[in-house]
């Protein structure tokens, strides 16, 4: 059985204090949601801060970039011994990474590797941009994404997939839930392509992109979709609760 995730991802927005404020907020109902993994991925300069905040309490925390070198003269990097003393989880290989700041695959794979060497657990992102789609190779390059983002990784590596297309993200316009199902599908058979199908039918695989209160239902209610990275909906505490809990309640029937 695959554990649900529903992750956040404030991305860079909130100041300390607004993330102090935000994480107070939304913290007495979602920590009584149970059935599901939990995350909050806020910026870097509030991860000590919420460590403090969330510790005795159902959630855990991840970070939503670092670099793969454990120390050393590159200013302004924080790296994955860092991190593993503040969180459990690292987004890498984000689509704004990717595309705003040039991360290219072997660099993705290169932090991938990093991060599980420090037990950090890899939420790697991979998805089509809008021309992709358009023109039919959506699938070759979500395929590219992985086989080169999990380059040289152990089958038994505890790693997390979130599908985001480009399109989707901060853009209101989700996939349809058949849109993501199909492609996490995808994604899985070629999974068990990579490693074997027996793995492949573990990894938790999610979906990102404009996730709302109004569509989790449906996204989760497809077998294939183990949960959300939520952007802007997780800004909002009622309805990130709100989408926490849609989660619980329909994927919860499946957990032992
Ligand atoms: P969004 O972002 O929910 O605001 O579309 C998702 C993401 O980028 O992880």
């Known amino acids: 059985m695959r554990m649900p995730i529903i992750a956040g991802n404030w991305k860079m927005y909130t100041t300390p204090a607004e993330a102090r404020k935000l994480v107070l907020d939304m913290l007495p109902a ?126 038994s590596s505890e790693i997390v997939i979130a599908y985001e297309p480009v399109w989707a993200i901060g853009t209101g316009k989700a996939a349809t839930s058949k849109q993501a199902a199909d492609t996490i599908k995808f994604i899985r058979d070629t999974l068990a392509s990579i490693w074997d199908g027996r793995r492949a039918q573990e990894i938790r695989i999610l979906y990102g992109g404009s996730v709302t209160g109004e569509n989790i239902t449906e996204l989760v209610s497809q077998s294939e979709i183990d949960g959300a990275l939520v952007g802007g909906a997780s800004l909002r505490p009622e309805e990130f609760v709100s989408i926490v809990s849609q989660a619980a309640k329909i994927k919860g029937k499946s957990i032992i």
């Open 30 to 155: 979602l920590d009584k949601v149970e059935g599901v993994d939990k995350l909050l991925c806020p910026p870097f300069v509030s991860l000590l801060l919420l460590k403090e905040l969330l510790k005795d309490t159902s959630i855990r925390l991840g970070a939503q970039n670092m670099y793969f070198e454990v120390k050393g003269a590159y200013t302004g990097e924080i790296s994955p011994l860092m991190l593993v003393e503040l969180c459990h989880f690292v987004i890498l290989g984000h689509s704004e990474r990717r595309w705003y700041f040039g991360e290219n695959d072997r660099l993705i794979n290169n932090k991938i590797k990093s991060a599980l060497s420090h037990k950090l657990i890899p939420i790697l992102c991979v998805g089509e941009r809008l021309r992709e789609r358009e023109s039919g190779r959506a699938q070759e390059v979500i395929s590219n994404q992985l086989y080169a983002g999990l380059s040289d990784v152990a089958t």
